[in-house]
T-cell receptor
Framework: GAVVSQHPSWVICKSGTSVKIECRSLDFQATTMFWYRQFPKQSLMLMATSNEGSKATYEQGVEKDKFLINHASLTLSTLTVTSAHPEDSSFYIC??????????????FGPGTRLTVL | SQQGEEDPQALSIQEGENATMNCSYKTSINNLQWYRQNSGRGLVHLILIRSNEREKHSGRLRVTLDTSKKSSSLLITASRAADTASYFCAAFTSGTYKYIFGTGTRLKVLA
């Protein structure tokens, strides 16, 4: 149980295009999902908190107009990198909190999406 | 920066030796988790320790937590080449409901 998937697992795109990354909780409902970015040989940096049915909360320094987050259902959150540039190339990882395990605050991580912008 | 600190940044040991990694965080926490990440891959959850716990074991893993010092350690005993990976702590900060990751330790176990 507690499986989180991401799609695609990797994507290569041209500079200026937009890329959508999906994060799904497969066997549980997630009222809250989180999006992280990880540059090579660095740690994970929280980008935003995605709440089902409401606007995402972005961390300081993260451009909300560039990284659009939609949490349309209890099992799906999407991150759209708009007008991607080479500096947006990174490993994007999502995590989800199981609504049924809210008291534990445990998060389950997806396998990540590697974005390369040419 | 909110990010936690881990030391050492990199650690190279021989197979069979123990590996200890330390994590420090800045605010009060509800719990702290340790994760492993193989190069270019996703995160694998290792162990969760709550703020009211001081020590926890799971197989060859031993985690300690000292909330007065805002620090945690991960000990891997009898290391194997397959333990080669990056290890991250993630502190769940009280009141913000967010996990803040440490900078990570890159462990290399030589066969």
């Amino acid at each position: 149980g507690a499986v989180v998937s991401q799609h695609p697992s990797w994507v290569i795109c041209k500079s200026g295009t937009s890329v959508k990354i999906e994060c799904r909780s497969l066997d549980f409902q997630a009222t809250t999902m989180f999006w992280y970015r990880q540059f090579p040989k660095q740690s994970l940096m929280l980008m935003a908190t995605s709440n089902e049915g409401s606007k995402a909360t972005y961390e300081q320094g993260v451009e909300k107009d560039k990284f659009l987050i939609n949490h349309a259902s209890l099992t799906l959150s999407t991150l759209t990198v708009t007008s991607a540039h080479p500096e947006d190339s990174s490993f994007y990882i999502c995590s989800a909190r199981d609504r049924g395990l809210a008291g534990t605050n445990e998060q389950f991580f997806g396998p990540g999406t590697r974005l390369t912008v040419l | 920066s909110q990010q936690g600190e881990e030391d050492p940044q990199a650690l190279s040991i021989q197979e069979g030796e123990n590996a200890t990694m330390n994590c420090s965080y800045k605010t009060s926490i509800n719990n702290l988790q340790w994760y492993r990440q193989n190069s270019g891959r996703g995160l694998v959850h290792l162990i969760l320790i709550r703020s009211n716990e001081r020590e926890k074991h799971s197989g060859r893993l031993r985690v300690t937590l000292d909330t007065s010092k805002k620090s945690s350690s991960l000990l891997i005993t009898a290391s194997r080449a397959a333990d080669t990976a990056s290890y991250f702590c993630a502190a769940f900060t009280s009141g913000t409901y967010k996990y803040i990751f440490g900078t990570g330790t890159r462990l290399k176990v030589l066969a």
